[in-house]
């Protein structure tokens, strides 16, 4: 029954755009988490030790300017002082009703969010894009797709998930669901990173947000 019920959920979902997709998983809260409908990784405990290291990381880089891509509800940053430590902050998602709230109850000179879809959409420009917990939820291409968006924007800095102890990155069944994956081995195969700060979310988790130039990053077609 569980093997029945999981596959009409993939085939539901591969039906899907990714706007409605990810609309769904917000608007039932899929992820299953009390305190944000982007999920547990984004709840005060699993994000506390990214909210202590990151505004020493992007004040010893000198950025004044991020896109965060996604934001989500943006739950967890709106506890870091954005207007001290940045001159602006741009919010991005795909669902049109995530940034529809965040707007109405965020928005300022330095916090701005628009609807893009990140797979088909170049960012705004920025001294760095924050790309936290995006890929694990996009099929291969759909990754490649996005972190070549992400160069066009003219950004320095990426600084993204990725899970160094993973051997092999595999496919993902259907857009929404995940696993983990290593940016530095195939397909992606970024340099090593310059800076990585620790996301684990378990004793047997790895993950980290992980600092590359972004510019020095070759995907896919642009080898």
Known sequence: MIR??????????R??????????????????DPESQSGGGSSAAATEKIRGALP????????????????????????LRIPELLDRYYG????????????????SDKLQ???????????PPADLVLS????????????LRVLRNFKKSGARYLLITTQPEIQANEEILFTGGFRPLNLEIAPFHFPHRRIALDDAQTDRDSAELALY??????VGTDR
């Open 4 to 13: 029945q019920a999981y596959h009409q959920v993939k085939a539901t979902y």
């Open 15 to 32: 039906r899907y755009t990714r706007s409605r997709v990810f609309y769904n998983i917000y608007k039932k809260n899929l992820w299953s």
């Open 56 to 79: 020493d990381l992007l004040l010893t880089l000198g950025v004044r300017s991020i896109v965060d891509a996604p934001c989500g509800d943006f739950h967890w940053m709106k506890e």
């Open 92 to 107: 991005i998602d795909i669902v049109p009703q995530i940034i529809k709230s965040n707007q109405d109850s965020y928005t």
């Open 113 to 123: 969010f628009k609807v893009l879809d990140l797979v088909k959409d170049i960012v």
């Open 132 to 143: 936290r917990h995006l890929l694990i939820h996009l099929p291969l291409s759909d990754c």
């Open 213 to 218: 130039e972004l510019q020095d990053i070759v």
